[in-house]
């Protein structure tokens, strides 16, 4: 088997109270459910303003 690394951008719209790491580690977890995905790494977030 090959192991594969895979890097995506996901942009979230969250309420101004909204923990962006609670919702990234959440999105983390999510991921870890799935079958055959040993690490998943929150490396980084951004806001943005309008």
């Not at 996901?10 to 919702?23: K, S, T």
């Not at 040993?38 to 309008?50: C, K």
């Amino acid at each position: 088997m090959i192991r594969t690394n895979f890097f995506f951008k996901v942009e979230v719209e969250l309420d101004r109270n909204e923990d962006p790491e609670r919702v990234g580690n959440e999105i983390r977890r999510q991921l870890m459910k799935l079958y055959g995905v040993l690490d998943v790494e929150l490396s980084n977030f951004t806001r943005l303003e309008d």
